[in-house]
């Protein structure tokens, strides 16, 4: 009688050949030849009912069949999987945390049994013919190549770059009006890549990156005292040491001099009251800075300027703005 096969474990294997594949069957005695469609792959007989094959290479699916002394079995198919192949990563750049997913397309790639970052396993959370999902591995700040292995083999490898999360440590200026608009200079590690910069959770406008460690932003609206944050490839910056605070300020208010006037020759101490004083940075007389303090939000004590006798305008800056004028009067 002759030979009969039953199945195949496997019943695929690479296109290049030398899979180990065992035959299950009966009658395997007298084997004279083991074939994988037409050609003869090397055996051994471990009993008569079963062998060990090696396929040689080929392509598609073919039928495998045992030539005994009594006969030609039927044929039982093993198909060949070709090499994946990998075209692209998306994205190709992600944080040294790892966590984020990623999509390998590319061709060859069902039963993808495993994904590797150089050599760290990634996660595998979805899979078809052209493209696999994984969830990144963890590791240091240097380009990883990404394989995937099927029962075809394994890839051509595509790079994958860990970027380290961006840091911020000083914004200048660190005050601004509350309507925003006002550009601000932030500066610290890893901001290359800056594709986001949020005052708080609202989104700032017309980023510009200068360098690795110096970018520019404008401060969208906002009110009270916000954490000021960069978002890269390597993730979103923390709060941390430095200075990656923002506050928003109400735009000052001078309502009276006390007093409103004084000698030509200046130097009269002058209270200006208001509102929204706390920051001045600047007390002009007229076109002229003028010795300050700041006593409190709503009070500026400065020593006034010479001039000649008329009247100038007092102003106040702040980094939310400069007050209207308000009249100092210089008599003789």
Same mark, same amino acid.
């Given at each position: 009688m002759a030979p009969v096969v039953t199945s195949l474990n496997p019943n695929q294997g690479r296109a290049a050949g030398g899979t180990s594949v065992t035959v299950n069957g009966g009658g395997f005695t007298g084997v004279t030849a083991v074939r994988f469609g037409t050609v003869s792959a090397s055996f051994t007989v471990i009993s008569t009912t079963q062998i060990i094959a090696t396929?040689?290479?080929?392509?598609?699916?073919?039928?495998v069949t045992v030539?005994?002394?009594?006969?030609?079995?039927n044929g039982v198919p093993f198909t060949y999987v070709a090499v994946p192949a990998l075209?692209?990563?998306?994205?190709?750049? =992600?944080?040294?945390? /790892? =966590? +984020?997913?990623?999509?390998?397309? =590319?061709?060859?790639?069902?039963s993808a049994t495993a994904v590797r970052?150089?050599?760290?396993?990634?996660?595998?959370? /979805? +899979?078809?013919?052209?493209q696999v999902t994984v969830v990144a591995p963890a590791a240091p700040p240097?380009?990883?190549?990404?394989?995937?292995?099927?029962?075809?083999?394994? @890839?051509?490898?595509?790079?994958?770059?860990?970027?380290?999360?961006?840091?911020i440590s000083q914004l200048d200026p660190q005050r601004g009006p509350l309507s925003g608009g006002n550009t601000v200079t932030i500066t610290g590690t890893n901001l290359a890549l800056t594709s986001a910069v949020r005052f708080g959770t609202s989104?700032?406008?017309?980023?510009?990156?200068? @360098?690795? @460690?110096?970018?520019?932003?404008?401060?969208?609206?906002g009110s009270g005292t916000v954490t000021v944050t960069a978002t890269t490839p390597g993730g979103t910056s923390a709060p941390g040491p430095g200075t990656a605070y923002y506050t928003y300020l109400p735009a000052p208010v001078v309502s009276s001099l006390t007093p409103a006037s004084g000698p030509a020759l200046g130097g009269t101490t002058v209270t200006l009251? /208001?509102?929204?004083?706390?920051?001045?940075?600047?007390?002009?007389? =007229? /076109?002229?800075?003028?010795?300050?303090?700041?006593?409190?939000?709503?009070?500026?004590?400065?020593?006034?300027a010479g001039g000649t006798p008329g009247t100038v305008t007092v102003v106040v800056r702040t980094p939310a703005g400069t007050t209207s004028g308000i009249p100092y009067q210089y008599v003789t």
């Open positions: 396929s040689p290479p080929g392509s598609g699916t073919v039928d030539t005994a002394t009594s006969g030609t079995s075209t692209s990563l998306t994205p190709n750049q =992600g944080p040294t945390a /790892g =966590g +984020n997913t990623v999509t390998l397309t =590319g061709t060859s790639l069902s970052f150089d050599t760290r396993p990634a996660v595998i959370t /979805g +899979n078809t013919s052209t240097a380009p990883a190549d990404v394989t995937v292995t099927t029962v075809g083999g394994v @890839s051509n490898p595509l790079p994958y770059f860990y970027v380290p999360a961006p840091t989104p700032a406008t017309g980023i510009v990156v200068g @360098s690795d @460690s110096v970018i520019t932003a404008n401060a969208p609206s009251t /208001g509102s929204g004083l706390t920051y001045t940075d600047e007390v002009l007389f =007229g /076109g002229v800075p003028v010795p300050f303090t700041a006593i409190s939000d709503t009070k500026v004590v400065a020593v006034a």
